[in-house]
């Protein structure tokens, strides 16, 4: 059974870098599938971050392109995020993700999520 | 940017049909996909290519994409199903999401 498991600050502080790694298990990074992040304020809807494969291929969302990037451990079987010059507007819960990618994208395995909150 | 327009919400009684619409230029010629998402839950994914079902979503869960709308439609519907629900899709090389449905079930 495929798991992933977000893990990383619950607060970060103004203008800081939000920094998350999912920890895959049951699946192999390398065997396939991209694995992405999407975010969810709180009582909002989905947004997508972005996605990589194992080879480093990266998708990111244009609207945050600019402040994020997202790598691959395939020693370690896990994925990070990385957010730089956070506002109070990027809190929310993130979750990470397995999708394909492409025209028949779709996520068929999510973490719990883990709430940040921009705070000072 | 690509755009998908959902319905805030839509009510419907137990045993009966629900039809939750997802709307975007010449979706038809795109994939659709849907997530189910109950309060303090991951979303689930229930319909994945249009009317795809995953392993373990009940048959009540059916899907359809054609023209500008995609629909998820829950047949019989339970009290259980009450919850958002999230259409997806592929676009210019980002994923986009709808705004959400809450459906409820009174």
């Known amino acids: 059974q495929v798991q992933l498991q977000e893990s990383g600050p619950g607060l970060v502080k103004p203008s800081e870098t939000l920094s998350l790694t999912c920890a895959v298990s049951g699946y192999s990074i390398s065997s396939g599938y991209y694995w992405g992040w999407i975010r969810q304020p709180p009582g909002k809807g989905l947004e997508w971050i972005g996605s990589i494969f194992h080879s480093g291929t990266t998708y990111y969302n244009p609207s945050l392109k600019s402040r994020v990037t997202i790598s691959v451990d395939t020693s370690k079987n896990q994925f990070s995020l990385k957010l730089s010059s956070v506002t109070a507007a990027d809190t929310a819960v993130y979750y990470c993700?397995?999708?394909?990618?492409?025209?028949?994208?779709?996520?068929?395995?999510w973490g719990q999520g883990n709430l940040v909150t921009v705070s000072s | 940017s690509y755009e998908l327009t959902q319905p805030p919400s839509v009510s419907v009684s137990p045993g009966q049909t629900a039809s939750i619409t997802c709307s975007g230029d010449?979706?038809?010629?795109?994939?659709a996909s849907w997530y189910q998402q109950k309060p303090g839950q991951s979303p689930v994914v229930v319909i994945h290519q249009d009317d795809k079902r995953p392993s373990g979503i009940p048959e009540r869960f059916s899907g359809s994409n054609s023209g500008n709308t995609a629909t998820l439609t829950i047949s019989g519907t339970q009290a259980m199903d009450e919850a958002d629900y999230y259409c997806?899709?592929?676009?210019?090389?980002?994923?986009?999401f709808g705004g959400g449905t809450k459906l409820t079930v009174l």
């Open positions: 997806q899709a592929w676009d210019s090389s980002t994923v986009v």
């Open positions: 010449r979706l038809g010629d795109k994939y």
């Open positions: 993700v397995r999708s394909l990618v492409g025209a028949t994208t779709s996520f068929d395995y």
